[in-house]
């Protein structure tokens, strides 16, 4: 759903003055937010300096065999992420990445003038592009639609709480096709390519008084501790101010299939392990200095 604001910065201090109102202590959950975070995050420098795993791995095997454990599950939803190694051959992965780069070559991707959104990473490109406004090649369509990928994205889901109120808020058994693009990296490339960012929308959490703040209830409210974030409750009722950059669709996880080895600082995708990171983004906007 489109949420339509004329005057943004405006909708932005009236609904920031209306929770300011709501009856919760924002300076108090913030500083207790705050401290709680701090501590996992400590938690990951500790894992790091020891060489531990910080991003919970899962097996596809496995999960054929005994799906996902309760402690698997739990830290999952600690860190907001999670690898599935093994989702596809190796020998399938190789024969798609080749496909890939052969249709690339065919449309002689790089020389076209016209690539779509990829006007949104332009001042991220050197040289060839990392991001490639592909969508429906061959190896995208089979990835997403095969059974390796519905029974690891049935697995996943379940870790959602996706029912609310003893209805089901979405059915873990089914989705719609997300097209998404190519990624593609030269060798011994050692840029990032995309800067830091946030999907899923912006300011709408503060002024989306119909879904956003009612995901966040429990931080309106002063009750930091109770909130979920793998709680589904209301997030397929948010709104997003329209933008050609904007998903409005509620994803349970954006994800990729790796089909070359990636590893630790390999630099594909970092991210911020805390899966209560936006939570604490949600009261810091709330704090009297802002």
Not at 123 to 129: T, V, Y
Not at 130 to 144: D, E, G, H, L, T
Not at 225 to 231: K, L, Q, R, S, V
């Amino acid at each position: 759903m489109s949420l339509n604001v004329e005057n943004i910065p405006q909708a932005i201090r009236e609904a920031k003055a209306q929770l300011r109102q709501s009856g919760g202590n924002f300076k108090d959950s913030f500083e207790g937010m705050t401290s709680s975070i701090q501590a996992e995050i400590d938690e990951i420098k500790a894992l790091r300096a020891n060489g531990d795993n910080v991003i919970p791995e899962l097996n596809y095997a496995d999960l054929l065999e005994g799906g996902i454990t309760e402690s698997q599950q739990a830290m999952i939803r600690k860190r907001g992420c999670v690898i599935v190694r093994n989702t596809f051959p190796v020998e399938q992965a190789q024969e798609w990445n080749q496909q890939i780069a052969d249709y690339l070559d065919t449309l002689d991707y790089v020389n076209t003038p016209d690539k779509g959104l990829d006007k949104y990473f332009s001042s991220l490109q050197q040289g060839k592009p990392q991001i490639f406004s592909v969508y429906w090649s061959k190896p995208q369509v089979m990835a997403r639609q095969s059974e390796n990928m519905a029974i690891t994205r049935r697995h996943l889901n379940r870790v959602w709480n996706y029912q609310h109120e003893g209805e089901r808020v979405f059915d873990p058994d089914r989705e719609c096709t997300y097209a998404d693009r190519v990624r593609r990296r030269e060798p011994g490339d050692n840029s990032l390519g995309l800067k830091p960012h946030i999907d899923g929308g912006s300011v709408e959490r503060w002024i989306d008084e119909q879904g956003f703040r009612k995901v966040f209830r429990h931080l309106i409210d002063g009750n930091w501790e109770a909130y979920e974030p793998f709680d589904a409750a209301f997030r397929n009722q948010t709104q997003e101010i329209p933008s050609p950059a904007v998903c409005s669709m509620f994803r349970t996880y954006q994800g990729w299939v790796a089909l070359t080895p990636q590893g630790p600082g390999d630099g594909t995708l970092n991210l911020v392990p805390v899966s209560r990171a936006l939570a604490w983004m949600f009261l810091r906007a709330l704090q009297d200095d802002v």
